[in-house]
Nanobody, 122 residues
Framework: QVQLVESGGGLVQAGGSLRLSCAAS????????MGWYRQAPGKERELVAT???????VYADSVKGRFTISRDNAENTLYLQMNSLKPEDTAVYYC????????????????WGQGTQVTVSS
């Protein structure tokens, strides 16, 4: 089992910055990749950014150049640095972790945090 707890959300003005954190605990040795997703009211949850075990990253086009995802493996913490925030970035942001299958050691599944609210005012 993996537990994920997000923090760092809040209210900021357009053009401002926020840094989200996600603390992972439990079977962290099984985690192969992590990511951030967000969900605005009335919208489906969408990918924001992911980072693989080797450091490879993927960003949604809407945040590319403004957001940076990083991972501190020693502390089992995922970060999302958000700059030049826009009102359309307003959403609940969720931390995600994917565990890789290793027979007798790790099961393959997705884990989600409880979410943290980010609100960007115009």
């Amino acid at each position: 089992q993996v537990q994920l707890v997000e923090s760092g959300g809040g209210l900021v003005q357009a053009g401002g910055s926020l840094r989200l954190s996600c603390a992972a605990s439990g079977a962290t040795n099984c985690i192969s990749s992590m990511g951030w997703y967000r969900q605005a009211p009335g919208k489906e949850r969408e990918l924001v950014a992911t980072i693989g075990g080797g450091g490879s990253t993927v960003y949604a086009d809407s945040v590319k150049g403004r957001f940076t995802i990083s991972r501190d493996n020693a502390e089992n913490t995922l970060y999302l640095q958000m700059n030049s925030l826009k009102p359309e970035d307003t959403a609940v942001y969720y931390c995600n972790a994917v565990t890789g299958l290793q027979i007798g050691i790790c099961s393959r599944r997705n884990y989600w945090g409880q979410g943290t609210q980010v609100t960007v005012s115009s």
